[in-house]
C-alpha cells in the first residue's frame, strides 16, 4: 500500500471506555455534587425553578381543561425531561472540576451553543419519550374505559373500587416502568457526554446503554433513588424540585465522570 493510500484511510473511532462502579462512587459522587450545589447555589435554584414552574404550568392546564385523571401522569411524565433542564448544572459542575468560576454568561453561552448540536437532538428523544409517554397512558385508559375514555366526575373512585380501575392501574405502572427504565438508560449518561466531547447523540444514548448494563445493580439503584427524591419532591406541588433537581444534576455529572474514561 503506498504512502498516499495509507494518509487517506480514516482511523477508526475509538469508543469511551466504561468503567465498573459501585456503591462508594456513588457515595462520592453525592458527596461531590451536594458541594457543587453548596458552592453555587443560585445556579442550581434558578434551573431548578424553573424546571419546576414547567411542572406547575403543565398540572394547571390540566386542571383548568378539566383533566384530573391526567394529573398523575403528567406529573410522572415531566420527570423524563430533567436530564435535559439540568444541561446548565453539567455545565457549572464541569467548570467547577476544572478550577473556574462559573458565570452567568458562560453557563448560558455553553448553553446556547449547544442549539443545532447533537445534544438539541437527544433533547428531542427526550421530548418524543414524553410524547410516547402520554400516548401510552391515553391507550390504557381507551382498553380498559372504552373510547370516551375515563368518567370525568368520581375518577378516584373508578380506579380504585372497579376491577377495571385496578387493572388499569397495575397495567399502567408495568409500563410506566418499563418507559421509565429505557428513558433512563438512555439519557443517564448521554447528556453530561454530549457537553463534555464532541460525539454523535447515537453514540451518546449507545454509551449510556452500556453504562448501565455494565452495572446494573449501581444504576438501578441510583435509578430507583433519583424516582424517590423526585416522586417526593413533586409532592408539594412540584416546589420541592427547585432543589432536588439541581442536586441530582451535580450528582448525575460526577456520576457520568466516573462511569466513562
Sequence with gaps: ??????????????????????RA????????GLRDFQAYPAFGLFFGGVYAL???????CAFLWDLLYLVYPLAAGFVLVGPFVA??????????????????????????????????????????????????VRLLIALFFGLHGMPAGGFPGVLFTTPEGLAFLAVGHIV?????????????????LLLDREVDFISAMITSVRAVVSNPAAMLGWAAFVVLMLFTAALPAFLGLVVVLPVLGHITWHLYRRLVG
Aim: glycine letters at 8%; aromatic letters at 12%; hydrophobic letters at 50%.
Design 87 to 136: 444541561v446548565g448544572l453539567y455545565e457549572v459542575s464541569r467548570l467547577r472540576e476544572q478550577g473556574q468560576v462559573p458565570s452567568w454568561s458562560g453557563v448560558f453561552r455553553a448553553i446556547w451553543a449547544q442549539g443545532g448540536k447533537e445534544i438539541s437532538w437527544m433533547a428531542f428523544v427526550t421530548i418524543f419519550l414524553f410524547i410516547i409517554w402520554m400516548y401510552q
Design 54 to 60: 414547567g411542572g406547575i404550568v403543565i398540572l394547571a
Design 25 to 32: 462512587d456513588i457515595v462520592d459522587a453525592l458527596s461531590a
Design 1 to 22: 500500500m503506498s504512502e498516499d493510500t495509507r494518509t487517506t484511510v480514516p482511523l477508526a473511532r475509538q469508543e469511551p471506555v466504561i468503567r465498573r462502579i459501585g
Design 176 to 192: 410506566g416502568a418499563v418507559l421509565a427504565t429505557v428513558t433512563f438508560s438512555l439519557t443517564v449518561v448521554s447528556f453530561p
